[in-house]
């Protein structure tokens, strides 16, 4: 099978630079991964025997490679994964041109977006070049490959990020810069909830919704209303698609 170029310049950006640990009450062992969407080219990459070629993943297909292995998207492809274990289901989603390297106990993002949904508590530690950082929470929340380290944004839920001397509290609709000489990430800033759900291909691209669905668009309206305060109106809709639209009108 011939490959598509763009897959293999999305793995040449597997390299040792970002990376983090999956702890707490999962276990490797328990943990059935499945592909829940697959849209365009999407591959899975054995990294314990270098020789294998890549391979496509299609709907429905479970993941019974052995660790380590890498997923990856190509241009204007976007997957799925779904996570089953004792503590119920978790989703993973990958946006386009993107990699994501799964190790034993370690991933590695090197490239590209990524979303993740899960409604019990899950603890992570992530690695920036020489700097730890851990992150504990339940929710929905996006990640981004910078090239200064990871732009994080909890859509919804709890999330706590740092290390042992500082940490801090994410809440719904803020978005914290992480790197290697700040741990514990940015001061948070404020994002259009609204707005990012309605126009985010890791939300929209697929033909599902997530189940944590009805809890991203109460956040979202919660923060319509703390935003009300500050403006003369609030008008919105949803839409036949069940997207939530707001529109603002300012003060003069």
Request: glycine fraction near 6%; aromatic fraction near 8%.
């Given at each position: 099978m011939r490959l598509p170029q763009h897959f293999f310049q999305t793995l040449s950006y597997?390299?040792?630079?970002?990376?983090?640990?999956?702890?707490?009450?999962?276990?490797?062992?328990?943990?059935?991964?499945?592909?829940?969407?697959?849209?365009?080219?999407?591959?899975?990459?054995?990294?314990?025997?270098?020789?294998?070629?890549?391979?496509k993943l299609s709907l429905s297909k479970q993941i019974n490679e052995e660790r380590p292995f890498a997923l990856g998207t190509s241009r204007d492809s976007l997957l799925e994964i779904k996570s089953s274990d004792e503590s119920g289901?978790?989703?993973?989603?990958?946006?386009?041109?993107?990699?994501?390297?799964?190790?034993?106990?370690?991933?590695?993002?090197?490239?590209?977006?990524?979303?993740?949904?899960?409604?019990?508590?899950?603890?992570?530690k992530f690695i920036i070049l020489d700097s730890l950082t851990e992150m504990r929470g339940r929710g929905t929340w996006m990640m981004e490959r910078l090239s200064s380290g990871l732009k994080v944004i909890l859509l919804e839920g709890k999330l706590s990020i740092g290390n042992s001397i500082q940490k801090q509290e994410l809440s719904s609709?803020?978005?914290?810069?992480?790197?290697?000489?700040?741990?514990?990430?940015?001061?948070?800033?404020?994002?259009?909830?609204?707005?990012?759900?309605?126009?985010?291909?890791?939300i929209n691209g697929f033909p599902t919704t997530l189940p944590s669905n009805s809890r991203l668009f109460s956040a979202a309206q919660v923060q319509a209303l703390k935003l009300k305060k500050k403006y003369d109106a609030l008008v919105g809709d949803v839409t036949e698609e069940k997207k939530l639209q707001l529109w603002t009108v300012p003060k003069k």
């Open positions: 597997i390299s040792l630079c970002v990376a983090y640990s999956l702890y707490g009450s999962e276990k490797e062992s328990s943990r059935i991964l499945s592909v829940s969407y697959a849209s365009g080219s999407c591959f899975l990459q054995p990294l314990s025997r270098t020789e294998l070629p890549p391979r289901f978790s989703f993973i989603r990958i946006g386009n041109e993107s990699a994501l390297e799964l190790q034993d106990h370690h991933q590695l993002l090197h490239k590209g977006a990524i979303l993740f949904s899960h409604r019990h508590t899950k603890f992570w609709g803020e978005l914290v810069i992480i790197s290697s000489a700040n741990p514990k990430g940015t001061k948070p800033i404020k994002v259009d909830l609204p707005l990012l759900l309605g126009t985010s291909r890791l």
